[in-house]
T-cell receptor
Framework: DAGITQSPRHKVTETGTPVTLRCHQT?????MYWYRQDPGHGLRLIHY???????DKGEVSDGYSVSRSKTEDFLLTLESATSSQTSVYFC????????????FGPGTRLTVT | AQSVTQLGSHVSVSEGALVLLRCNYS??????LFWYVQYPNQGLQLLLK??????LVKGINGFEAEFKKSETSFHLTKPSAHMSDAAEYFC????????????FGGGTRLMVKP
């Protein structure tokens, strides 16, 4: 298994509070991604990173920000959590070029009450 | 823009029967295509991938998929279902021009009856 961990694995928070999710990799892969998974929608890309301090928006980026200060860590922040952000969040990593497959972490289940 | 359509959000088969999960894609460039499997409360695991080599791709756990450009399809099959195949399956297409980004279909939940 690719060395990807996510923390926390479960979190319950209140509407309006800030939340930060962490993704940590030990593979030294260039690309890192944050997805959210909701029933019937598959996985939707929130933000991704193509190197340290290099990030870009995905399909559903509103209400989320990211940071990557080291190759191994990619943080996802909900500045002011809303109930619509209740979801399961997955981090993924990918090597540069080659065959483009992504490897996924175990996920974080976030509930916003 | 790329898109993926998985026909059938739920598929039920009997143990030992053929598994067929359908995936159609839309892409402006020759695609890279993937099938992932997700077991309950776990992350996604790569089953197989198509990267413009052989059109029939074999993956793990006895699954295979065939790339058909004329039909823009990449259906997943397994000759004989096993109870352990019960999971959710996702088809995805890669945008090679945009940071290896994957676009996923909505998923198909496979149920296997004894």
């Amino acid at each position: 298994d690719a060395g990807i961990t996510q923390s926390p694995r479960h979190k319950v928070t209140e509407t309006g509070t800030p939340v930060t999710l962490r993704c940590h990799q030990t593979e030294n892969h260039r690309y890192m991604y944050w997805y959210r998974q909701d029933p019937g929608h598959g996985l939707r890309l929130i933000h991704y990173s193509y190197g340290v301090k290099d990030t870009d928006k995905g399909e559903v980026s509103d209400g989320y920000s990211v940071s990557r200060s080291k190759t191994e860590d990619f943080l996802l922040t909900l500045e002011s959590a809303t109930s619509s952000q209740t979801s399961v969040y997955f981090c993924a990593i990918s090597e540069s070029g080659v065959t483009y497959e992504q490897y996924f972490g175990p996920g974080t289940r976030l509930t916003v009450t | 823009a790329q898109s993926v359509t998985q026909l059938g959000s739920h598929v039920s088969v009997s143990e030992g029967a053929l598994v067929l999960l359908r995936c159609n894609y839309s892409s402006s460039v020759p695609p890279y295509l993937f099938w992932y499997v997700q077991y309950p409360n776990q992350g996604l695991q790569l089953l197989l991938k198509y990267t413009s080599a052989a059109t029939l791709v074999k993956g793990i756990n006895g699954f295979e998929a065939e790339f058909k450009k004329s039909e823009t399809s990449f259906h997943l099959t397994k000759p004989s279902a096993h109870m352990s195949d019960a999971a959710e399956y996702f088809c995805a297409v890669s945008d090679r021009n945009a940071g290896n980004m994957l676009t996923f279909g909505g998923g198909t939940r496979l149920m296997v009856k004894p």
